[in-house]
């Protein structure tokens, strides 16, 4: 019974792990009078700090799934929602051969057990290839709704791309929080 | 060989009366019924299409084909014009080329494809892509459009053309209003009125006081319309009304969905399109899971409802095991089988990402897990689980009733 247990206690936290999808993209534009006052980017305090270009990479060596760009629990995954490309000819840093990178993004921040810190991540989705379909991810520590663009991993990253059509998601260190997101 | 001749000629003698008394058959093409009250659209992000189910009878009417790219938008209907449109994009060699979007316009009788209206903005596309395009009144359509713009286009379906851009940065979404006026929710925690004029041109915009905190605990593009008013829930499951009904919205007093011992229990909204209101009874139905900060995109197992007049909780509703009945119809085993209720017992049940409920005096809740092909239909007064609707696809995040 236990093993059964087990097998149902696993089989539904894969189900909400891995519910809901994907998807992708946005960006800034004109003005509707008087606009919206954006918080500030956390990208930008991140390029903000003066050594923010030579934070060290961080530390890798991570036992089990938090350490395997093919898990969804993967650590730089606290936010991604879509294919790991790692499971899709890509890597966490590199997409699949073929493909193309959204030049915008959505920004997450994820603690690295390993060293302890927080990072900044940018989730670009890869794109002019089909929906790759393996290794599914939804997580959403700090996820937005749309009005929040940057926070958003529902959208279409890929507009930004010469293809709309998405395939599967990196997810790059861009620099070392400076202080842990405000979205919880 | 003559002898052969004869007998095969004897045979055909004998059938020949019996074929002419068959009855003859000719190949036809379906139409479909009215549009009833209780069908819903069932888009599947795999195979780039909108299903059309009858509530009722779990039957397919027919289908529209919605190429987006990710998950297909759901189609619209207008009953005075009988037709049916679907927002779409398409790249001229299906993952590249030139990329088009574009309105196509369907008969609702018919389903046949009558025409198409091109327009130059880039739609957006997500995951749900929930209140991406809408109906404003029964002559427009508004597109939300996220790049380079955040930006609603302005489509006029009787004039067949589209009208202009309508630039919305830090806003997203379409919230229909009235014949000429939709909402948008803006990233400064206040909602947007933009008004158009006759011709659907931009005529002015007013905004509400600030009524949400993003950062703290924002609203999800998921809502329930009553008239002129909007509910939106926040990811803590606070329900904040917008009456757009005056030239700039009020935000009436928000309140709070659970009470301090289910906060404790950490109940809380989520899922995919986890809000719908009943406009004629004035309930609101919000799927409900046990999770905490992070969470508010996971299936819940029940599914709430309140009257909002009174502000308390007057249903709590479970979900059915969809992973059963999808898994089952694929096994090709019936719903009233032993190996159903095994089935049933053994598996464990996704829960609900998705909820719609249709406008009628007897409305219907269909309920729906976002990886799953099959629908769960409840009588929205009682909860009671009535049917599925089977092998609906294979995975998609949103529902529409009409």
């Known amino acids: 019974m236990k ?52 934070v060290p990479a961080p530390d890798e060596t991570i036992e089990g799934p938090e350490g395997d760009p093919k898990s969804c629990e993967y650590w730089r995954h606290c936010a991604i929602d879509g294919s790991a490309c790692a499971c899709c000819g890509g890597s966490s840093t590199t997409c699949p051969p073929g493909t193309e990178i959204s030049p915008v993004t959505w ?28 290794c599914i991810c939804n997580r959403n520590e700090g996820e937005r709704p749309e009005y929040h663009w940057y926070r958003n991993n529902d959208i279409n990253w890929c507009a930004g791309a010469t293809s709309q059509v998405y395939n599967c998601s990196i997810a790059v260190v861009v620099g070392q929080a400076t202080e842990s997101q405000p979205e919880k | 060989m003559v002898g052969l001749l004869a007998l095969m000629l004897a045979a055909f003698s004998l059938a020949a009366p019996l074929a002419a008394e068959a009855p003859r058959e000719k190949a036809s093409v379906a139409t479909l019924p009215p549009m009833g009250n209780h069908s819903v659209w069932v888009p599947d992000r795999l195979t780039q299409h909108n299903l059309l189910f009858d509530g009722d009878s779990g039957e397919v009417l027919g ?89 609603v286009a302005v489509i006029d379906l009787v004039e067949r053309r589209f009208v202009e851009e309508i630039v919305t940065t830090g806003c997203a979404g379409v919230y229909p209003i009235d014949a000429h006026r939709f909402a948008a929710l803006c990233g400064n925690g206040t909602t947007v009125a933009i008004e158009l004029d006759e011709s659907g041109s931009f005529k002015q915009f007013s905004r509400s006081a600030r009524f949400f905190d993003v950062v703290e605990d924002p609203v999800a593009m998921s809502a329930g319309r009553t008239g002129l008013r909007w509910t939106f829930v926040s990811f803590e499951g606070q329900a904040h009304t917008i009456d757009y009904s005056e030239g700039t919205p009020v935000v009436a007093a928000s309140w709070s969905l659970t009470d301090e011992a289910e906060r404790s229990n950490e109940w809380r909204p989520g899922g995919l399109q986890y809000v719908a209101v009943h406009g004629k009874s004035g309930r609101l139905f919000v799927v409900m899971h046990q999770g905490g900060a992070g969470s508010h995109k996971e299936s819940g197992p029940e599914v709430w409802v309140w009257d909002m007049a009174t502000q308390k909780r007057v249903g709590r509703f479970g979900s059915p095991n969809l992973t059963a009945a999808f898994l089952g119809s694929f ?16 598996l464990p049940s996704g829960g609900i990402h998705t909820i719609a409920v249709s406008q009628d005096e007897s409305p219907l809740l269909f309920v729906r897990n976002g990886m799953l092909g099959a629908i769960g239909v409840l009588d929205a007064t009682t909860g009671q689980s009535l049917r599925t609707l089977s092998e609906a696809g294979l995975a998609g995040p949103t529902l529409r009733v009409p």
């Open chain 1, 3 to 54: 093993g059964l247990d087990e097998w149902l206690e696993q089989r539904a936290r894969k189900i909400a792990r891995n519910t809901s999808r994907r998807t992708f993209l946005a960006r800034l534009g004109g003005m509707l009078a008087g606009g919206a006052a954006l918080p500030l980017l956390p990208v930008a305090r991140a390029s903000a700090g003066p050594d923010s270009a030579r």
């Open chain 1, 107 to 134: 920004i997450g921040t994820c603690r690295n057990p390993a060293d302890g810190k927080e990072y900044l991540i940018s989730y670009n989705d890869c794109c002019g290839k089909t929906f790759c379909g393996r």
């Open chain 2, 63 to 151: 289908m529209i084909d919605s190429p987006s790219l990710i998950t297909p938008k759901t189609p619209l209907f207008v009953r005075s014009r009988n037709e049916i449109y679907s927002v779409d994009i398409a790249h001229s060699r299906g993952t590249r080329g030139e990329r088009v979007d574009f309105v196509s316009v369907y008969d609702a009788t018919t389903l046949a494809f009558k025409h198409e209206i091109v327009f130059p903005t880039q739609s957006g596309s997500s995951n749900t892509s929930q209140q991406y395009a809408e109906l404003i009144g029964e002559r427009f359509i508004g597109v939300f459009n996220q790049f380079p713009n955040t930006s």
């Open chain 2, 331 to 346: 096994m090709g085993v019936t719903e009233d089988s032993f190996v159903h209720d095994v089935l049933n017992w053994v």
